[in-house]
Nanobody, 115 residues
C-alpha cells in the first residue's frame, strides 16, 4: 500500500509560478513510475508529466517548456514546478504512483490561475 498527499496548490495570477509536492508513505521502496495528472471541470483527467524511478521524464505538449517534474527518492517526494501559468492550467492536480501493476492516487490539490 502507498499513500500520497499533495500540497502546494492555490490561486495565482497568469504568468506566475507554483510548486506542487506529493509526499509518499507506505511501501515507497516499491514505487516505480510516478506522475502528475490534472482534471478541469467538465473534462477528463489528463497526464501532465511523468517520471520513472531513474529520472526519465515525459510531458504533455501543453506544458512542455513551462512545467518541470522531479522526484527525490530519498525523501519519497514528487514535485511539479509550474512556471508561466495560464488560465487553462486551472484544474485539480493529482499525484499518481505505480507499484507493480497497482496505481495509487492522491486526493488532489486545486490550482487556479486568474487572468
Amino acid at each position: 500500500q502507498v499513500q500520497l498527499v499533495e500540497s502546494g496548490g492555490g490561486l495565482v495570477q497568469a504568468g506566475g509560478s507554483l510548486r506542487l509536492s506529493c509526499a509518499a508513505s507506505g511501501s515507497t521502496v516499491s514505487i516505480n513510475n510516478m506522475g502528475w495528472y490534472r482534471q478541469a471541470p467538465g473534462k477528463q483527467r489528463e497526464l501532465v508529466a511523468g517520471i520513472s524511478r531513474g529520472g526519465s521524464t515525459n510531458y504533455a505538449d501543453s506544458v512542455r517548456g513551462r512545467f518541470s517534474i522531479s522526484r527525490d527518492n530519498a525523501k519519497n517526494t514528487l514535485y511539479l514546478q509550474m512556471n508561466s501559468l495560464k488560465p487553462e492550467d486551472t484544474a485539480v492536480y493529482y499525484c499518481k504512483a505505480i507499484v507493480l501493476l497497482q496505481h495509487y492516487w492522491g486526493q488532489g490539490t486545486q490550482v487556479t490561475v486568474s487572468s
